[in-house]
């Protein structure tokens, strides 16, 4: 069995910084993990990646190609097209290890997770190569803190969760950035009841909610039908968050039980056998 996780989430949403900051957490933990980078008009990040997809095709060259002509959104979803033409070419620079956990840091452009067919192939094709996949989509916890931003929030993660179909971890980031008052807030919307979320916004009072009152409660009603979308806050200054979303994750793609049971087999094969 192979481990992957898909990171996925709007731009700017601290993606490629979750990548590094679990890179060093797994080193300090005498763990493995390795970050592919999937954005092939990645800048800058803080990790040296297993493979990287500029390699095969930078988005300045499906923009700058005279026949394609694509402006920035569609260059980006023709370039991971060309990464699924191109499979043998990733198989390759992935190699065949087993046990390896891998994390996919992917583009941030929303539709590719929320309607396009092209991430759902890609997983299939990693699927095909035994890799056991969490799809781990961040949020801005900085964008979660008002009743009407949540519920968007919550809905992107819907839709995400419905068009990739795998197991599903959210995250918040960026929480050393909140407030005091905003962390307060947010902590009465984690707890995933909708009704405290609807009623605050009717608390607002505003035209616009007057008017969309009924639409609002049937939102909330999908949100709370799924009963799915819970969201899990993760400080990067805080080892003990970093760890405890690792280890939520570990166990949604079951890393490391394989290995307790080799351990335990070897403990129970003979014990006299210690002796010699
Ligand atoms: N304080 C703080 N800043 C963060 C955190 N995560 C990301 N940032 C900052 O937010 C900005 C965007 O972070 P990235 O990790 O590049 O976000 P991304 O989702 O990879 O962005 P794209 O690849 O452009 O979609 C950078 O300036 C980061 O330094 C965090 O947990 N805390
Ligand atoms: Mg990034």
Redesign the pocket.
Same mark, same amino acid.
């Given at each position: 069995m192979r481990y992957a996780q898909l990171v996925v *989430?709007?731009?700017? =949403? *601290? !993606? =490629? #910084?979750?990548c590094s900051t679990m890179v060093k957490h797994a080193i300090d933990n005498k763990r493995i993990i390795e970050v592919v980078n999937l954005?092939p008009a990645?800048e800058h990040?803080d990790y040296e990646p297993l493979v990287d997809i500029r390699e095969l095709i930078h988005l300045d060259d499906a923009m700058e190609d005279e026949e394609l002509q694509f402006g920035p959104n569609g260059g980006l979803v023709f370039c991971v097209e060309t990464l699924l033409e191109n499979c043998d070419w990733l198989e390759e620079q992935l190699g065949d290890v087993d046990d390896d956990y891998i994390l996919f840091?992917c583009? *941030?452009q929303i539709e590719l997770y929320t309607h396009l067919p092209v991430v759902r192939q890609l997983v299939d094709t990693l699927q095909k190569w035994n890799f056991r996949i969490c799809v781990v989509f961040?949020i801005d916890s900085q964008f979660m803190v008002d009743g009407a931003k949540f519920l968007s929030g919550t809905m992107a993660a819907l839709s995400v969760m419905v068009n990739l179909e795998l197991p599903h971890v959210n995250i918040l #980031? !960026?929480?050393?950035?909140l407030t005091k008052t905003a962390r307060k807030q947010l902590d009465d919307y984690l707890d995933p009841d909708p009704h405290i979320l609807l009623a605050d916004m009717r608390h607002a009072r505003s035209r616009w909610h007057e008017k969309y009152a009924k639409l609002t409660e049937a939102i909330g009603q999908v949100i709370e039908n799924f009963s799915l979308v819970r969201f899990y806050p993760?400080?990067?200054k805080d080892e003990e968050s970093i760890d405890n979303i690792l280890l939520t994750i570990d166990n949604v793609i079951q890393y490391g039980e394989d290995a307790d049971v080799k351990i335990r087999d070897f403990d129970e094969q003979d014990p006299e056998d210690d002796d010699n």
């Amino acid at each position: 069995m192979r481990y992957a996780q898909l990171v996925v *989430g709007p731009a700017g =949403s *601290g !993606k =490629s #910084t979750y990548c590094s900051t679990m890179v060093k957490h797994a080193i300090d933990n005498k763990r493995i993990i390795e970050v592919v980078n999937l954005d092939p008009a990645a800048e800058h990040f803080d990790y040296e990646p297993l493979v990287d997809i500029r390699e095969l095709i930078h988005l300045d060259d499906a923009m700058e190609d005279e026949e394609l002509q694509f402006g920035p959104n569609g260059g980006l979803v023709f370039c991971v097209e060309t990464l699924l033409e191109n499979c043998d070419w990733l198989e390759e620079q992935l190699g065949d290890v087993d046990d390896d956990y891998i994390l996919f840091d992917c583009p *941030g452009q929303i539709e590719l997770y929320t309607h396009l067919p092209v991430v759902r192939q890609l997983v299939d094709t990693l699927q095909k190569w035994n890799f056991r996949i969490c799809v781990v989509f961040m949020i801005d916890s900085q964008f979660m803190v008002d009743g009407a931003k949540f519920l968007s929030g919550t809905m992107a993660a819907l839709s995400v969760m419905v068009n990739l179909e795998l197991p599903h971890v959210n995250i918040l #980031t !960026k929480m050393d950035l909140l407030t005091k008052t905003a962390r307060k807030q947010l902590d009465d919307y984690l707890d995933p009841d909708p009704h405290i979320l609807l009623a605050d916004m009717r608390h607002a009072r505003s035209r616009w909610h007057e008017k969309y009152a009924k639409l609002t409660e049937a939102i909330g009603q999908v949100i709370e039908n799924f009963s799915l979308v819970r969201f899990y806050p993760l400080n990067i200054k805080d080892e003990e968050s970093i760890d405890n979303i690792l280890l939520t994750i570990d166990n949604v793609i079951q890393y490391g039980e394989d290995a307790d049971v080799k351990i335990r087999d070897f403990d129970e094969q003979d014990p006299e056998d210690d002796d010699n």
